[in-house]
Nanobody
Framework: QVQLVESGGGLVQAGGSLRLSCAAS????????MGWYRQAPGKERELVAA???????NYADSVKGRFTISRDVAKNTVFLQMNSLKPEDTAVYYC??????????????WGQGTQVTVSS
């Protein structure tokens, strides 16, 4: 079974920084892409940043220049460095990965979510 476990959320003042981490574990043959989504109250889940294996990162316009996604391929981990945080960044952040498990087809996996709250 494949699991994604996130960490690093919390409460921060506007202008501050947080770093989210997400580690994939289990029977993993390969990971095609890893990324982060977020969902604010009353809003739909949206892509924040994603990075495919060997590809360039992709960012939402609202976070370009402030957030940086990176991967540790050897450790099946993805990070999201969030700088210059704004109150509108407040949301539950979800890790997402396209994983081919050792026993099956390529699948879309999600973490449990981590709360990020930015106070003004």
């Amino acid at each position: 079974q494949v699991q994604l476990v996130e960490s690093g959320g919390g409460l921060v003042q506007a202008g501050g920084s947080l770093r989210l981490s997400c580690a994939a574990s289990g029977s993993i043959f390969s990971i095609d892409a890893m990324g982060w989504y977020r969902q604010a109250p009353g809003k739909e889940r949206e892509l924040v940043a994603a990075k495919s294996s060997g590809g360039s990162p992709n960012y939402a316009d609202s976070v370009k220049g402030r957030f940086t996604i990176s991967r540790d391929v050897a450790k099946n981990t993805v990070f999201l460095q969030m700088n210059s945080l704004k109150p509108e960044d407040t949301a539950v952040y979800y890790c997402n990965a396209l994983i081919k498990p050792g026993w099956g087809r390529l699948g879309d996996y999600w973490g449990q979510g981590t709360q990020v709250t930015v106070s003004s």
